[in-house]
């Protein structure tokens, strides 16, 4: 009999037989037999996707990789908590980034655990529950996925510094942060630690190349809109760069937007006579400058402007529009 097989007979659990409504009446452990249940076959039902290793299949795999653990006294071991997309930027590139050998040890450990996930998954069977190693699993589980957020944030100067290179505007630095983070997310799953290469070499081609996806698309996008006339943030007017006579002649114009502003919420109002002049001011502030004033993040004042202009395009006609110099 295979360890794997004693361990199972060992813990499990019997089930009563099913009762009329198809469900199990009875489970012994301690655990309700619908929680129990749901969980396993949540488990069963998916594949744990890992980087293999040969040594993994050692009896004592766990203990070879903990021999390998590199000082770790100046990693911050917590759990990460809060909402990476009000983190500043600042707290973003904190963390240094690891050394070789630090690397081989998380993601070693990472695959690891979600191998041994998997090959308990597949010890799993309805008929005899084992409540233990399905714990277990679920344990194995969330470590590991301790272990590649922690990765993550270890590497997210990587994606700002990216950012900060390809960014055409400042206003786009937090979008571009936001799509450079699934493929980082990714490049940990996939990242093979015994090639011997650093994450970061990896990892950038990634990240660089779902950060020009966007921009391209941002252009056509763009493009298309000015191509078709379209009422867009960047067609908008700014009364910041008129002189008094131009100021003048374009009255009728300044009333026809401010008529329309009446359409929209208080908060979305003053965004956006704040970023376009209409509040009087000459300079013109960046979202996050806006954000600050109000109260908000940067990328929800950019928001608003969105949805506030998608509301001014149902106001203003084209042809009002397009006489504006729009």
């Keep these: 009999m295979s360890r794997g097989q004693s361990r199972m007979k060992s813990s499990s659990v019997s089930l009563s ?14 655990q309700l037999p619908g929680e129990a249940i749901q969980q396993a076959g949540r488990l069963m039902e998916r594949t744990i996707e890992f ?5 993994y ?45 630090e690397e081989r040890y998380w993601f070693e450990l990472m695959n690891f655990l979600k191998y041994r996930a998997e090959h308990d998954r597949r010890l799993l069977d309805l008929s005899r ?34 950012a900060r290179r390809l960014s055409e505007t400042t206003d786009q630095l937090p979008e571009l942060i936001s799509e450079g983070m699934s493929p980082l997310i990714r490049s940990v799953e ?28 941002h252009r056509l996008t763009r493009q298309s809109s000015m191509n078709e006339g379209s009422f867009s943030i960047e067609n908008i007017p700014d009364y910041r760069s008129r002189n008094a006579s131009d100021q003048f002649e374009s009255i009728g114009d300044y009333q026809l937007v401010h008529d329309a502003l009446a359409s929209l919420t208080e908060r979305e109002k003053q965004v956006i006579e704040a970023r376009y002049g209409l509040d009087g001011q000459r300079r013109r502030p960046s979202f996050a400058a806006i954000g600050a004033e109000i109260g908000i993040c940067g990328e929800r004042v950019r928001q608003l402007i969105k949805l506030a202009v998608s509301k001014l395009k149902s106001e203003i006609p084209i042809e009002d529009f397009q006489s504006m110099g729009g």
Aim: proline residues 2%.
């Design 190 to 217: 996939l990242f093979n630690v015994a090639t011997g290469n650093h994450f970061s070499t990896y990892a950038t081609w990634s990240v660089r190349n779902e950060m020009l996806r966007f921009l391209k698309k």
């Design 51 to 55: 980087i293999d290793q040969q040594s």
């Design 17 to 30: 037989t099913l009762d009329a409504s198809g469900a199990f009446n009875h489970v012994r452990g301690g």
């Design 129 to 162: 529950l084992d409540i233990a190693l399905v714990k277990r699993i679920e344990a194995d589980l969330d470590e590991a996925l301790r272990i590649r957020n922690q990765i993550t944030e270890s590497n997210l100067r990587l994606v700002v510094g990216l």
């Design 57 to 101: 299949r050692s009896s004592n795999a766990m203990q070879l990789i903990q021999a390998n653990c590199p000082d770790l006294r100046n990693q911050t071991q917590e759990k990460p908590h809060g909402n990476h997309g009000r983190t500043c930027l600042s707290s973003l590139v904190a963390k240094s980034p690891y050394s070789l050998e």
